[in-house]
């Protein structure tokens, strides 16, 4: 009985252990069919997050804060004025330009008018030169009959002299004044335009007491508060426009052979889980692995060194269309997967890729205000519009 019970409890173990031989075997196998079909073209990291632009908000004139008018997780549109600066000696200052820049304009028009003051006072030295003539003609002639005496006719050729020396001055007196208004307006004469950058730089002055959102987006990391003076540059907030946004995933140098530009990727966000799945496409590659470009780079000539693996960032660019159903914050920890089937292309682009496109037209809108001022300046005193 104990041998019959001791060959049966041998029999089931033998069948256990094939059983879980099976087990295993039949894993490996589906193991194996998974990598071959679908794990050899798949490349994973959870060493991603959100990456996008983050714009600074900066004052570019000194003075000091008198008004704020935004604070962090805020909204605001391209343009709406954020921080406003104490205007009292810009304003000050523009006035004086103004007030300069007209009497440019009709102190120039005042050589225009002298222009045609000395042609005339031109002319009239041509005409007393000329009468002298005809006198010292006159008197030559009386002369023969004895009717003048020498000393009238050497008179009359003084005359002659000092007519011809007057018309010299006059002349001289009106080429120097058309040399300061010759192939020029009013409006384009250099002393006008002169003055006239000084009423840009004031007016430019003055509209910088208002600092604008330089695009629309979310601010963040505001550091500035009311009755702060600040420096031109001084760091006051941030913009986040948060459209578009990115994903920087730091793949280990080991798994980017077959990675290439272009192919797609699958991304989830913590934020959301499994339910919510992005598509995107690689965009590019870092220049460097984050240790190259760490405030601290590695010292790997010393004689510590310690062989570690490096990673080197991937941008993936998402749908814009799921980004909007399902927002995204810089910073969030995603996970992403690169289909790495099409392997055709370079390792690295030499092509240059368009521009971002990321721009704005807030700080134009100063430089018409200003040209319209001067414009309106050099018409109501008396000169024309620049060109």
């Known amino acids: ?61 000194a003075g000091t804060v008198i008004a704020v008018r935004a604070d ?3 909204f605001v549109k391209a343009g709406q004025e954020l921080v406003r600066l104490d205007a009292a000696d810009a304003e000050v200052a523009l006035a004086q330009a103004e007030a300069e820049l ?16 000395l042609a005339a006072a031109v002319a009239q030295r041509e005409s007393d030169l000329q009468r002298a003539r005809d006198d010292l003609e006159r008197r030559q002639q009386a002369a023969a009959d004895g009717a003048v005496s020498r000393e009238e ?19 001289q007196q009106l080429r120097a004044n058309r040399a300061l208004t010759e192939g020029t307006t009013v409006a384009e004469h ?73 192919q797609p990727a699958t991304v989830i966000a913590d934020l ?5 799945v992005y598509h995107g496409k690689v965009e590019g590659f870092g220049a460097g692995t984050g240790a190259a470009f760490a405030l601290l780079p590695a010292q790997n000539a010393t004689g510590n060194w310690i ?35 099409d392997r055709s292309g370079p390792r690295l682009t030499r092509q240059p890729t368009p521009a971002a496109g990321q721009a704005t037209d807030v700080f134009e809108r100063p430089e018409k205000q200003a040209a319209a001022a001067i414009a309106r300046i050099i018409r109501e005193n008396g000169g024309s519009a620049p060109h």
């Open 72 to 74: 962090d997780t805020d």
């Open 307 to 341: 062989k570690v693996v490096q990673r080197l960032p991937v941008r993936v660019a998402l749908e814009r269309k799921e980004v909007e159903a399902h927002p995204l914050q810089i910073g969030l920890s995603m996970r992403v997967d690169i289909d790495t089937h």
């Open 153 to 171: 006719i050497e008179h009359a050729r003084d005359a002659i002299a000092a007519a011809r020396a007057a018309l010299d001055a006059a002349e």
């Open 190 to 262: 250099p002393e006008v335009r002169a003055a006239a950058a000084r009423v840009h730089d004031a007016a430019l002055a003055l509209s910088r007491t208002s600092i604008p959102a330089p695009v629309s987006g979310y601010v963040a990391r505001r550091s500035v508060q009311v009755g702060q003076r600040v420096a031109a540059g001084t760091a006051l907030m941030a913009v986040v426009p948060l459209e578009p946004v990115w994903v920087d995933a730091n793949f280990k140098e080991s798994q980017l052979a077959d990675v290439r530009a272009g």
């Open 1 to 61: 009985m104990q041998q019959r019970a001791a060959v049966n409890g041998n029999v089931r173990r033998r069948r256990a252990l094939i059983l879980v031989a099976i087990v295993f075997l039949l894993a490996g196998i589906a193991w194996g069919a998974w990598w071959w079909l679908v794990g050899r073209w798949s490349e994973t990291t959870d060493d991603a997050y959100v990456g996008g632009h983050v714009v600074q908000v900066t004052p570019q004139t």
């Open 272 to 276: 959301y889980g499994d339910k919510v």
């Open 102 to 117: 007209a009497r440019t304009v009709r102190q120039v028009r005042g050589l225009y008018v002298t222009n045609a003051q």
